[in-house]
């Protein structure tokens, strides 16, 4: 036979070996899959607009030792008018800083002590002059003043300063891991969060693969930090299966709300939340106060999903003819390919991935080691 033929026949019989392999892993559930970054572009001017002369929270920022607040650091007025380093306060702020609301006084482009040049003063494509204004996403100084006066000033870039961790197109925005955020926008949730709050216990909820439930030792530390977060998740709740809210408590200082649920078996979980701003819920929620306030928690079992596919959710499956929105209850957010006719591949991590057809529904999944 000739080599190119025997290459072919080969080539077939890998074919339906693996597709052999596929049908048995049918069943088999997945882990989480890795995030999709979503674009959060906002111009130096957009950023200036929302956050020049407000007061802000403090978000992020831990004891970098000494009782100081690592990455805030001290600076002073110049006679210039400038801001200068202020090296006789040390390196950072002291830590009780981290607790009060200072006011942002000045926001300038950061060229990292000059490593990096300016973009302001270069021509776009179309020939015009760019002014600071004009940079998106860059990295930015944000100088601003404590009540008693302490000038400080915090280095970052806007896309991580309005939320750090890296968001799936699926996902509901959370602002978990915010650097900072206005004490107006806290204002406006509470004024809402706090007169609603008790109408919620009896409510019942149901959580899906992504949803964030943790055990009764969570403390309001492991929520703000992603890698705390992520060890302390508890992944054996049923899914699509009702829970009721038994206790709510708003934390003003960090601007969430911690549920205590109860399963049908007695057993008690907790969930944690920020209140939705958006007026459209990417999985489904309504704009109930309940709705908006839940997070990554169902109100209801969706109306559209089959009896069959409610009950490969609940124990984590998949199966052919399976529709994207109940593949990401049961398994997850993936990030996705173009695949083929219309199609699209979901990739869960570096080796999981679903073929789904130019109607959304399942065809196949692989498994591939590595």
Known sequence: MHTNALVKVASALSCLLLSSSLLAQQEKPLP?????????????????????N???????????????????????????GSYKDDYSKGAFIDFRYKDQ??????????????????????????????TDDDIVNPSVEVFMQFEDGQLARYSSIVSLI??????????DPDYWDMEFMLVSARD??????????????????????????????????DMLDLGRRETKRVRDVPLLTQMTVVAAKYND???????????????????AS???DEDVSKIGNDNSFLGRSISTLLLKVPSNLTAQEIAAIRTKKIFRGMSRQAVIYSWGTASENDYGKGGKQM????????????NGKVTDWQNIDR
Do not use: C
Request: aromatic fraction near 8%; charge should be positive; glycine fraction near 10%.
């Open 162 to 171: 309005r939320d750090r961790s890296v968001k799936n197109a699926d996902q």
């Open 101 to 130: 609301t200072p006011r942002i006084l000045a926001i300038r482009e950061n060229t990292l002590g000059g490593l990096e040049t300016p973009q302001e003063g270069q021509k776009n494509a179309m020939g015009e002059i760019v």
């Open 188 to 221: 406006d949730h509470a004024a809402v969060i706090t007169p609603n709050l008790s109408s919620t216990i009896g409510q019942k909820v149901y959580a899906i693969y992504d949803s964030l439930l943790f055990g009764p030792d969570i403390t309001p530390v």
């Open 32 to 52: 989480a899959p890795a995030a999709k970054a979503v674009a959060r572009d906002m111009t130096l001017r957009e950023f200036r607009k929302i956050y020049l």
């Open 54 to 80: 407000q007061r802000i929270l403090i978000l992020k920022g831990t004891d970098a030792g000494g009782g100081s607040l690592g990455g805030w650091q001290p600076v002073r007025l110049g006679k210039d």
């Open 253 to 271: 200082r960090y601007d969430f709300i911690v549920w205590k649920l109860r399963l049908d078996d007695g057993r008690e979980v907790i969930t």
């Open 274 to 276: 920020r209140y939705r």
């Open 347 to 358: 990739v869960y991590g570096d080796n999981q991935f679903v073929y789904l057809d130019n």
